[in-house]
Every structure is written in C-alpha cells, then in structure tokens.
C-alpha cells in the first residue's frame, strides 16, 4: 500500500529558542555551547555557519572563524518544554506520530488525502506549529521516511518540499550521497574513494557491489539511494523503555546498600542509553516490600543521558516513595519516553570534568564490560 509519510525538523532548535526569550539575537550570528576555553559547538544559527562554524566544533576554533558570534548558554529544561509544546500539537491532529529525537518527528498521515489531500493538510499542520510556538520549521512529504528527511533537508530553512510518488529516484539523483542518512563521516570517506559523491551513482550500480564493499549496510544505502525504504512510523508510547530489577537476597533497610545499588543500576542504564544515542524523559522507580506490597512512582524529566541528573532524581523520588520503612525485597528503575538524541546536548549543564568523566568510564566498559568500572559513589 503507498503511504504518506512526513518528517518535521525544527531548524536550528536550541538558536531558535533562544531568539525566542531574547529577539536582539536574531539576525545575528550565534553560537549554543560551553563558553568555557574547552566548550564545543552545540549548534549555531545561520548566520554563524556562512563564516564555517557548524556543531561539535571547538569554541575556541569557531570564534577565530566569527569573532563577533554571540556565545549563549543552553537551556535543556526549555528545549524539553518547546519540544513537548511541538509533540502536543502534532498528536492533537495526527494520531500516528513517532518523535525521533528532541526536534524531529515522523508522521504517518496515509489515509488523510481522502479528506483533505495530504500536501494542503502538512502545510498547514507547518503554519499552525509557527505560529503556535514562534519556532522556525521545514516539513518533507513522501512515500517513505528516507526520502521525507532528505526532502526537509532541502527544504530547510524554514521551508517545505513534497516528492511525488514515483519521482523518489529523481529527486535523489543529483544530490550528494551525504545526503542519506545512514552515511556518515566514515562511510561517505568509503564511497567516495570508490569514487562515488552522487546518490545518482549508487542508483547506477549494482546491490551486490554496495554489498560487497559495505555488508548489510551497503545493502541498506543502495535502497536508500533508490527511494525504497519500508521502514514503520513508530508510535511514541511504543518506543522501547530501559530497566533494571535488583532483588535482594535477604531483605534490607540498610539505606548505604540501596543507595549503592540505585546509583549502579542508574549508571549502568545511563551507559546503555548514550550507547544507544538516547535521552529519557520519564524516570520510574519502584520498590516491592517483603509483603510483596509493590509501590511505583514515576517523574517526567528534561531529556538526558546523563548519571549525574538521573542520579539526583532517583534519589528524589526514592526519597517520596519510601516513606513506609518496611524491608524491601526488590527495588528496579525504568527509563522511558526515550528519543534519539546525543548527550553533547547536556553540555551545558554538565561540567566538562562530568563529560569527559561518563565518556572515560564509556570507554572502558565497551572495551571491558560494564561491571569493570562504577563511580565512586556507589561503591
Ligand atoms: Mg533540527
């Protein structure tokens, strides 16, 4: 069955939100970020980026590049709350919406050209988030979600592209193989030793060439770079969530034990979600007593992947829900509303010492398990 997919990405998000709380900024070159001689690029405006300036680059690099860029600092409580004011009015009037990270949604709206043809329906569905929340936003409208992405990314900034069905193949063609999602810095430096920069190219050779030098994912780009991709809008509440269950051997009150394990089941949760580019939003504690009486209790928080927030926010709610000082036969924690996102975004909230820390501990988990490396505090 031909669908109608959308995909929506606000541009430049954190920039624009900031414009929004303080509208001398606009116009202006600016970048979000770390201010500190150490900080990096989180994203830049515009403005900023015709000087060379782009994400995850030094400060110090980008401000010999634009002297005179505006530094601001980030606010992810903000972001959260702008981002969840974007998802509410898309839920409002689509009931298929996947959101894939802190600015990014996908739609499955197949079905709604009866009524109102879906081209008129997603702009206005873009007015209506303008000028709802003041935030700039580009729209792509296809049969699939690759093609939808690539189509905002050629809307941007601030506009919106339709490709008809059938015509995915030639609206692919002339762009750069940059361009497909799955390519990034290290594949995009293999293809274009084999001498490929076009999508038209990959469309021009065989699967099993791609195969041959990429595997699986070579087989994955040569559909991309022909338009085919069946992949599902995934519903929001059906995104996976993360959890761990700590049952004790003999049931405790000793706060120093339940404390160690809360804090090792968070990092470890915390080090699966940045493994997996992810950020929570909603933390959920939940103590079962030696009765077997189970009491649950759940937070929504600002997007992180961070140990050191979620930490502070297990406690709290440890904190409200264990008010019984009854023996406790098992205690678990759960992430969920997770989206795609990187935890570079927590930087600003985030010393760098807390990074460079969580990202050294990283490193040595993948390399020698997880259990090899905890934080001092929960030993
Ligand atoms: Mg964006």
Not at 24 to 40: E, F, N, T
Not at 218 to 237: E, F, L, M, R, T
């Amino acid at each position: 069955m031909e669908r109608n997919i959308v995909h929506c990405d606000l541009d430049t998000f954190f920039v624009s939100v900031a414009r929004l709380q303080n509208s001398a900024l606009i116009g202006k070159p600016m970048i979000v970020g770390g201010s500190s001689d150490r900080g990096v690029v989180s994203s830049c405006s515009y403005e900023a980026r015709k000087f060379g300036i782009h994400s995850a680059m030094p400060m110090r690099l980008a401000l010999q590049l634009c002297r005179e860029a505006i530094i601001v600092k980030g606010d992810y409580d903000e972001y959260s709350k702008y981002s969840n004011m974007v998802t509410e009015i898309i839920k409002e009037r689509t009931p298929l919406v996947e959101k894939a990270s802190i600015d990014e949604h996908y739609l499955d709206i197949t079905g709604m050209d009866k009524f109102f043809g879906c081209w008129q329906w997603t702009k206005e569905l873009r007015q209506s988030i303008i000028k709802e929340t003041g935030l700039p936003i580009s729209f792509g409208l296809s049969a699939n979600k690759t093609v939808s992405k690539i189509a905002t990314g050629t809307a941007k900034p601030c506009g919106e592209r339709q490709v008809n069905i059938g015509l995915e193949k030639n609206f692919l063609a002339p762009l750069s193989i940059k361009k497909i999602p799955m390519v990034g810095e290290k594949t995009y430096t293999l293809l274009r030793n084999m001498g490929i920069s076009k999508i038209l190219t990959l469309q021009q050779m065989e699967v099993f060439t791609m195969q041959r030098a990429l595997g699986e994912n070579g087989i994955s780009i040569w559909k991309k770079a022909n338009g085919v991709d069946d992949s599902p809008v995934v519903p929001y509440h059906e995104q996976k969530s993360m959890s761990k269950d700590h049952t004790f051997e003999t049931d405790t009150i000793d706060m120093a034990v339940l404390k160690k394990i809360l804090f090792t089941m968070i990092d470890e949760l915390a080090f699966d979600l940045r493994k997996d580019v992810k950020l929570t939003s909603c933390l959920t504690l939940k103590i079962r007593y030696s009765n077997f009486d189970t009491h649950t209790k759940q937070i929504k928080i600002p997007y992180t992947s961070s140990e050191r927030v979620l930490s502070e926010k297990i406690m709290l709610l440890f904190d409200k829900l264990y008010t019984r000082r009854m023996l406790i036969r098992l205690i678990g924690v759960k992430f969920s509303g997770l989206i795609t996102g990187s935890y570079q975004v927590d930087l600003f909230n985030d010393t760098i010492k807390d990074v460079s820390l969580s990202s050294a501990m990283d490193h040595i988990r993948l390399r020698f398990g997880v259990d090899k490396v905890l934080r001092g505090i929960s030993l």
